[in-house]
């Protein structure tokens, strides 16, 4: 596709549900960004990719968050065993530097709402 | 670490008003800046960067001055129009982690 795609767009799992977003960056793009975004704020790094390798996973909150790029394109970002702070949008971006001082080209998210 | 600090929304302005928003940085080394902007409904967009000292970076009409001796990144337009009603993410670039401030919401009322 001609952007970065993420799905589901909206997600509302129930406390304690496991939950997988996807993200599907731009073709050939070899850094795949994860963040998240709480309401009103910037978004906030968690993790990032470079092509398949997982090379900076500082951000993520905590054990229950777990992401994959097993082929070096589409990107899966897991949580397990939600809690209500989980609440957030999250975002993926790609780019195709290998660090982050270029361009990195942002999906639209998903929200993500623990009930 | 590297962080971004920007100046509190939201603004409300008139058409063809001047625009500032005021962004700085603590980091180490020499990051780029940026500014992104979200529009009502979409993905964040790339607006402006600037990769060194001294460089300008400018479109739509936004212009932004990476300032070293002030670690200064401030948003600018002479004119604003109400298209332009978004929110703009300052941000800056380590090796790979890009930090982000809190956003600004502007409102450019007819």
């Known amino acids: 596709g001609a952007g970065v795609s993420q799905s589901p767009r909206y997600k509302v799992a129930k406390r304690g549900q496991d939950v997988a977003l996807r993200c599907d960056p731009i073709?050939?793009?070899?850094?795949l960004f994860w963040y998240q975004q709480a309401l009103g704020q910037g978004p906030e790094f968690l993790t990032y990719f470079q092509n398949e390798a997982q090379l900076d996973k500082s951000g993520l909150p905590s054990d229950r968050f777990f992401a994959e790029r097993p082929e070096g394109s589409v990107s899966t970002l897991k949580i397990q065993r939600t809690q209500q702070e989980d609440s957030a949008v999250y975002l993926c971006a790609s780019s195709s530097a290998r660090t982050a001082t270029t361009e990195a080209f942002f999906g639209q998210g998903t929200r993500l709402t623990v009930v | 670490g590297n962080s971004v600090t920007q100046m509190e929304g939201p603004v409300t302005l008139s058409e063809e008003a001047f625009l500032t928003i005021n962004c700085t940085y603590t980091?180490?080394?020499?990051?780029?800046l940026f500014w992104y902007v979200q529009y009502p409904g979409e993905g964040l967009q790339l607006l402006l960067k600037?990769?060194?000292?001294?460089d300008k970076g400018s479109n739509k009409g936004f212009e932004a001055t990476y300032r070293k001796e002030t670690t200064s990144f401030h948003l600018e337009k002479g004119s604003v129009q109400v298209s332009d009603s978004a929110v703009y993410f300052c941000a800056l670039s380590s090796p790979v982690q890009m930090r982000f401030g809190a956003g600004t919401r502007l409102t450019v009322k007819p």
């Open positions: 980091a180490t080394g020499y990051p780029s």
């Open positions: 073709s050939g793009h070899v850094s």
């Open positions: 600037a990769t060194k000292a001294d």
